[in-house]
């Protein structure tokens, strides 16, 4: 049941488009757009996710690291995948200009810095306030997200706030 397009993002995702890649240390013009685009995803997972030896590094870093690597992945398409995830992927939790923490509930596909998010803490008195919706593509709105910030630093339980903000 593989179809020849699976074999081959299987295969080639580890490629690189300088040749330095395996299985077989291919350069870009032996690798396809699908295993292109699975290289850029797996890289991202790898860097943000948290393993058993290592704590997942922060989303805006793997994007920079991505971005920086214009020998090894495709740059158009990390352009892309940045426009689909956001410079902020939903589900991050960030730190504002207001000194808030906010729960980034979607992205903005024509200005990827200004995602729609739900303020949900004080980070300046370390304590939850009424959830508010903010779209901070509006014009009026002067607040801007300053880092992305890590759940366990203000003792957030993300799995429940994203239960109750994003389930719901």
Not at 125 to 147: C, G, M, P, W
Request: aromatic share 4%.
């Amino acid at each position: 049941g593989i179809t020849t397009l699976m074999l081959d993002m299987i295969v080639n995702h580890h490629e690189r488009l300088d040749g330095s890649g395996y299985p077989r240390g291919v350069d870009e013009s032996k690798i396809s757009r699908p295993a292109r685009i699975l290289a850029i995803v797996d890289v991202y997972d790898a860097l943000t996710a948290d393993r058993p030896h290592q704590e997942g590094d922060e989303p805006i870093n793997a994007l920079r690291y991505l971005l920086a690597n214009k020998q090894l992945f495709d740059a158009e398409l990390v352009q892309l995948f940045i426009k689909c995830l956001g410079v902020h992927p939903v589900g991050t939790i960030v730190k504002l200009t207001n000194e808030r923490l906010a729960l980034v509930l979607e992205g903005n596909h024509s200005n990827p810095i200004k995602p729609k998010v739900k303020l949900f803490y004080n980070a300046k008195h370390n304590h939850h306030v009424t959830a508010k919706d903010i779209d901070l593509s509006l014009n009026n709105n002067e607040i801007k997200i300053q880092a992305s910030v890590k759940p366990a630093d203000y003792k957030i339980n993300l799995p429940r706030l994203l239960k109750e903000h994003l389930l719901l």
